[in-house]
């Protein structure tokens, strides 16, 4: 998944735990996705960014918090983690000059 | 807002046999619908696309019909191979500055030799 680098990859919290979820890409793209990808669901869109400076809600943003602040990097913080939000994040690109989206590798978050 | 159905959710097949995943979406203002293919412990990525302008798109043994009217499309796999084995999602596009994708649920491919 060249162009879009996630980190962590993994990672274990205490339900109430705080924490941010970093996206970064190098492929100069305006808009930015988080989606989560749950067994039986498909992927659902939390937050996304249409450029620099402005984000907006997607399907399932409760529970989360997204900012971007350059053209590079949107973040996804859950500031008091819950079970339900066990689950593996994808943040995603696209740009208007070209179709479909680039995806990171994504991270599993588990709450435990 | 869009949402997509996608079927079947499992799938198995002979190596050699061919495959067929379809989903139905509920926009019809919707006009891009890709499929992204992922495999274990990575991201989804795009195997082929259409536009709403078209009814059907071939990439070798990959292919792609939609049928605006009744608002369903298919992806054909023919010819399947083990390396084929993913998880196949659809997705349909709304319009607008955001391109926001909806996903359908997936469909896992097995491939049996």
């Known amino acids: 998944n060249a162009g879009v680098t996630q980190t962590p990859k993994f990672q274990v919290l205490k339900t109430g735990q705080s924490m941010t979820l970093q996206c970064a890409q190098d492929?100069?793209?305006?808009?930015m996705y988080w989606y989560r990808q749950d067994p039986g669901m498909g992927l659902r869109l939390i937050y996304y960014?249409?450029?620099?400076?402005?984000?907006d809600k997607g399907e399932v943003p409760n529970g989360y918090n997204v900012s971007r602040l350059n053209k590079r990097e949107f973040s996804l913080r859950l500031e008091s983690a819950a079970p339900s939000q066990t689950s593996v994040y994808f943040c995603a690109i696209h740009s208007l000059d070209r179709d479909g989206y680039t995806f990171g590798s994504g991270t599993r978050l588990t709450v435990v | 807002g869009e949402n997509v159905e996608q079927h079947p959710s499992t799938l198995s097949v002979q190596e050699g046999d061919s495959a067929v995943i379809k989903c139905t979406y509920s926009d019809s203002a919707s006009n891009y619908f890709p499929w992204y293919k992922q495999e274990l412990g990575k991201g989804p990525q795009l195997i082929i696309d259409?536009?709403?302008?078209?009814g059907e798109k071939k990439d070798q043994r990959i292919a792609v019909t939609l049928n605006k009217t009744a608002k369903h499309f298919s992806l054909h796999i023919t010819e399947t191979q083990p390396e084929d084995s993913a998880v196949y999602f659809c997705?349909?596009?709304?319009?607008?500055?955001?391109?926001?994708?909806?996903f359908g649920t997936g469909t896992r491919l097995q491939v049996t030799l």
């Open positions: 997705a349909a596009q709304s319009t607008g500055t955001a391109s926001k994708l909806t």
């Open positions: 259409i536009r709403s302008n078209v």
């Open positions: 492929m100069n793209h305006n808009s």
């Open positions: 960014s249409a450029s620099e400076g402005t984000t």
